[in-house]
């Protein structure tokens, strides 16, 4: 079955840059799909960062895309994210997901992995 | 872009039918059928409980449904379980460059 795996440091330093990676099992990267990234402040709701296809090609929330990077290595059938500038804000749990072409519906989910931006 | 518009919590008895709205505009619930419901229990990475408005992925029970009117999607919980006490979030696409808008999210209690 399809699986997800977050990885990364869970502390990181203000100004500083995020960088996480999705392994993903069971199930070939290379496929008709998105793979995203998605956070969740403590105690707050889901935010969108954005989605990435196979071939490279990706879509940012606007509000982010002069901080964000999402990247693809379909040897490794991984998926990574980097976070720049960071500030207390980026302090969330960060999930990435698989998303479907057609309608973007996040379908399987990583368990999450909590990142604490604090010097 | 501003997030879907949800109300923050709603409540019903077991074996009770709620439903939680998700209102957005012309550009995304109310142009496209690409709207997804998500539960989430303390703790837990979301699940995806209905895409494109109103299909159950497999596994999910009957009990769950979505529908939409316009700029307004609708989850409806039928026949409420202890079980079903979660935060649920709504999504869609949007055609504008941020192509995914989540909701607030909606705390659902089972009284």
């Not at chain 1, 799909?33 to 402040?41: A, N």
């Not at chain 1, 090609?57 to 998926?79: A, H």
């Given at each position: 079955q399809v699986q997800l795996q977050e990885?990364?440091?869970?502390?990181v330093k203000p100004s500083e840059t995020l960088s996480l990676t999705c392994t993903v099992s069971g199930f070939s990267i290379s496929s008709h799909y998105y793979w995203?990234?998605?956070?969740?402040?403590?105690?707050?709701?889901?935010?969108?960062i954005g989605?990435?296809?196979h071939s490279g090609i990706t879509y940012y929330k606007s509000?982010?895309?002069?901080?964000?990077?999402?990247?693809?290595?379909?040897?490794k059938n991984q998926f990574s994210l980097k976070v720049n500038s960071l500030t207390d804000a980026d302090t969330a749990v960060y999930y990435c997901a698989r998303v479907t072409v057609?309608?973007?519906?996040?379908?399987?989910?990583?368990?999450?992995?909590?990142?604490t931006v604090s010097s | 872009q501003s997030a879907l518009t949800q109300p923050a919590s709603v409540s019903g008895s077991p074996g009770q039918s709620i439903s939680i709205s998700c209102t957005g505009t012309s550009s995304?619930?109310?142009?496209?059928?690409?709207?997804?419901?998500?539960?989430?229990?303390?703790?837990?990475?979301?699940?995806?409980?209905?895409?494109?408005?109103?299909?159950?992925?497999?596994?999910?029970?009957?009990r769950?449904?979505?529908s939409k009117s316009g700029n307004t999607a609708s989850l409806t919980i039928s026949g409420l379980q202890a079980?079903?006490?979660?935060?649920?979030?709504?999504?869609?696409?949007?055609i504008i460059n941020t192509r995914v808008l989540f909701g607030g999210g909606t705390k659902l209690t089972v009284l």
């Amino acid at each position: 079955q399809v699986q997800l795996q977050e990885s990364g440091p869970g502390l990181v330093k203000p100004s500083e840059t995020l960088s996480l990676t999705c392994t993903v099992s069971g199930f070939s990267i290379s496929s008709h799909y998105y793979w995203g990234w998605i956070r969740q402040p403590p105690g707050k709701g889901l935010e969108w960062i954005g989605i990435i296809y196979h071939s490279g090609i990706t879509y940012y929330k606007s509000s982010l895309e002069s901080r964000v990077t999402i990247s693809v290595d379909t040897s490794k059938n991984q998926f990574s994210l980097k976070v720049n500038s960071l500030t207390d804000a980026d302090t969330a749990v960060y999930y990435c997901a698989r998303v479907t072409v057609a309608g973007l519906g996040h379908d399987y989910w990583g368990r999450g992995t909590l990142v604490t931006v604090s010097s | 872009q501003s997030a879907l518009t949800q109300p923050a919590s709603v409540s019903g008895s077991p074996g009770q039918s709620i439903s939680i709205s998700c209102t957005g505009t012309s550009s995304d619930i109310g142009g496209y059928n690409y709207v997804s419901w998500y539960q989430q229990h303390p703790g837990k990475a979301p699940k995806l409980m209905i895409y494109d408005v109103s299909i159950r992925p497999s596994g999910i029970s009957s009990r769950f449904s979505g529908s939409k009117s316009g700029n307004t999607a609708s989850l409806t919980i039928s026949g409420l379980q202890a079980e079903d006490e979660a935060d649920y979030y709504c999504s869609s696409y949007t055609i504008i460059n941020t192509r995914v808008l989540f909701g607030g999210g909606t705390k659902l209690t089972v009284l």
